[in-house]
Each structure stands twice: as structure tokens, then as C-alpha cells.
């Protein structure tokens, strides 16, 4: 491989290390918010769950849903707690008491120094309820909407930034499904009405959810077609999976994300063009994750708990190695992917999980973390020459794949490695011809072992990173063994460019 300092692919953005919020299982209630529990905090937000929340280096995060926002009424989650309705949360097939919303949610925001992120119900409602959430949100008082979320406390504006216009239309399982153009006019008219309230907000519409919808088809190009003029960003949605064993494919998730973002980038770029919009729309990832096998206890019709656990997969070793590919995968889109979302932050999908009595980090937890900590500054595009593997999926792609990342302030190259390889290790050298005095300041990895352990209750730290020992600089290059089925991470520390 090689990298070098003129070969840059853009800045990279904090908000590439969001996660995601929804009103779904035990995310919410019992994860995040619990009153009444001794681990609360007096407005009932688990302590434990915010600091390892913290420690994860989480920037941004997207609330309410999710599948659960296209039934959603936001009113319901405002004003005092006793009057609020209970509501059944279709999507999950949930209660919900309600005593969790707009400004519970901006509470928690500040109370972790997160950024809010919210998505507005287009599936069973529109135009009118939209616009006044963001009246709601981000007036600074004076109009009835404004002077109500001042009255229910919070006298200043939630000033929101980012929209996310509806969620997954083009999924049958979504409430108030849509075609393309009956979601692109309505999305398109929303985005109208936002512009007029502030010119500055950031919009997101709705992308292909997934290739397998017939309507994936023309999708991206009816929709992108209807909002280039008004949108900021396409959104993208991922879920990886190992299905049937097949590790070797599961490893080279990355090339699935890859190939996602960059169907999305040509049906963005293609539709400014056929609108005459002089600016690149950027790309939003802002759910992506892994499922690790089926829930099994599913919903009776009679059954509509407040919690319900759906989705608690134990994340594997494996399942940390392919976190880390998807972040490289981030990272070298870091031109047009300005946003992105793990999903979701704690309990379903999540790399934390919290029961009425502790908390503990899953596996995944550890690339997320490594990754929201190092990599700042700009990527890189490096060079790579590796040997390539067969996969079920994907074909033949390359063994390795690696993501740059240089912070001239801190003085600090960053180089995150995956080796997909199930079986073999790879003796890999990196040039780095740009930075003739640099010095290995750590090395971690994760993986290279059995990929199918696990992080437990009992067994909180069994995958964690660890010092990846067979790694030196020889000269400019760098040389390392990468473990089979490993993502690593190597900090470099540069002299600073920085004048005194
Ligand atoms: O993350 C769970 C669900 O996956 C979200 O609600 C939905 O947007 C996606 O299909």
C-alpha cells in the first residue's frame, strides 16, 4: 500500500460518528430512559448507559425512527407527562407511554453533547404537522406553536439542524408506503416549506432502501429528480448480515456499503445535472448496522408491551472486524458521505446493552470508538495492491482494505486496516514516503481469533482490542502482519506542520 499527503479525499466530518435513537424495543425505554431506576439520573436518564454512551465519542443522533416515526404524532410527546396519550407504536408492535419525547429527547442531547437529529413523520401525516415540528423546535417564541414549548420549559429554540424528510418510503413494511413520485412531490414541498422557515436547515430525502424493492428500480432517480433543487443530502440505509456461515462474504461487507453509497452518489449527481442544480447533493448513511440472526419471540396480536427486546443480537468478534470495514468504507467516501448512523446506539443493534441492573460494551463497541477517537483531519486515498479472495457474494474483491486519515493539528496519520481474509494472514507494507519521521504510536487490533466470540454479561472484555505486536517502520514503510479476519489500527505520530 501506499499513502501519501497530496492525495486527499476530503475532509472528514464529526458527524460521521452518529447513531441513532427509535422509539423501538428496548431502546428507549429501558435503554436509554429508565425513571425510577437507582441508575437515573432525576429526569430519569440512565447514568451508565450515558457514560459509556460518552466514551463511545458518539457526535450526532438521529430520533425517532425509523419505521417508527412513519406513525408517529409528535404532539403526543409534549407538554406535561401526566396528559399525554399512550399510543401503539405500530412499527414494533409496542405500547408507548409517551413519557419520552421532543424534549426529553433534546434533554438527553445536551445532557451527552450530542447533536439532534430529527426525522419528521411523511408516511401518515405531511406538509402541515412537519412544519409545525420545526415551528415548534426552532422558533425562538412569539407564534402559539413557540410559546407552547416555552411554556412545557424550554425557552430557548432546540435551533435542529438536520431533517430527515419521512423514512424508508419505499418499504412495503412502512406506514404510508409511497410510490417515487408521490414521496418525492411530498418530500420536495416539505423541503419548500422548510426553506421558507430557514434556508440554512439541512435536508435529507429519502434513498433506495434497499436493491431487492422492485422499485429500486428508478427510485433514487424519481425522487432525486423531484428534491435536487431543495435537498442537501440522499440518505442510504444498510443492514449487513452473515447468512448461512458464509464468514468470507460477511468480512467484505464493506464492498456492499461501498457499492451503496456510490449508487447513490451517480443518482444524485445525475439528477443535479438533468435540474441544472449547480451542487452535489451529499450522502447521509444515517442507518447502518449489522443483524446477527432472527428474534425469537415474535409479537402475538395481544401482546403490546412497552418493551419489548427485539433485535438484541450479541455481536461476535466477526461482527466487530466488519464494523470497522464499514467505517473504512465511510472514510474513503469522506468527500460525499457527511453524515452517517450506526444503528442503534443501545439494546437493538447496538453496541451497548443495558439491563434493569448494568450495562456492558459488545464487541462493536470497540472499532466505533476507536475510530469517533482517531479518525480527524482529512482521508486519504491510498494505494493498494493485495491479493484478491473469493466471496459468495461479491465475486472476487481485494484481501485488504484500508482507510487514511491525517490530523496535521495533532500531528497524527492514522491507518485502519482490514484484513477480510478468513483464513489468511496478510504481511502487508505501507509507504509513507510524506512523512519521513514518523513513529508508531500504537497499534490495536480486533479479531484475529475466533470470530465467533462474544462480549457477555459475565464475560464483558473477551472481545476488546489488543496490541498488535508484529508491526514496525522499516524505513518509509510501514510493515505489519494483520491476523485473519482482523481490522486494525495503526497511529502514526507526525511531526505537526503547525507554525509555533
Ligand atoms: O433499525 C431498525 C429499522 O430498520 C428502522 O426502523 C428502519 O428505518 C429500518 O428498516
Redesign the pocket.
Known sequence: MAVDRDQAIGRIDRRLFGSFV?H?GRCVYGGIYAPGSPLSDSSGFREDVATLIRDLGVTTVRYP????VSGYRWEDGVGPREARPSRLNL?WHQTDPNSFGLHEFVDWSRKLGVEPMLAVNLGTRGIAEALDLLEYSNHPGGTTLSDQRIAHGAASPFGVRMWCLG??PD?PWQLGHKTALEYGRLAAETARGFRQFDPKLELVVAGQTAPWLPSSVDWDRIVLEETAEFADYVAV?IYVEELERDIQTFLASGVDLDGEIERAIAAADAAAEKRGVGRKLAVSVD?WGIWRGRDPNPSTPEDWPVERRIGESVYTAGDAVVTGALIVSLLNHADRVTCACQ??LVNA?APIRAEADGVWRQSTYHPFQLAARHARGTALRATIEAPEMDTGKYGRVSAIDVAATLDEEGGQLVLFLVNRSASEVARTSVRLGSWPDARVAEALVIGGGDPWETNTREHPDRVIPRTLSEVALEGDSLEAILPAASWSVVRLATPSRRQP
Open positions: 427509535e423501538l425512527g425509523g419505521n417508527f412499527a423514512n424508508e418499504g440505509h442507518e444503528s442503534l443493534g
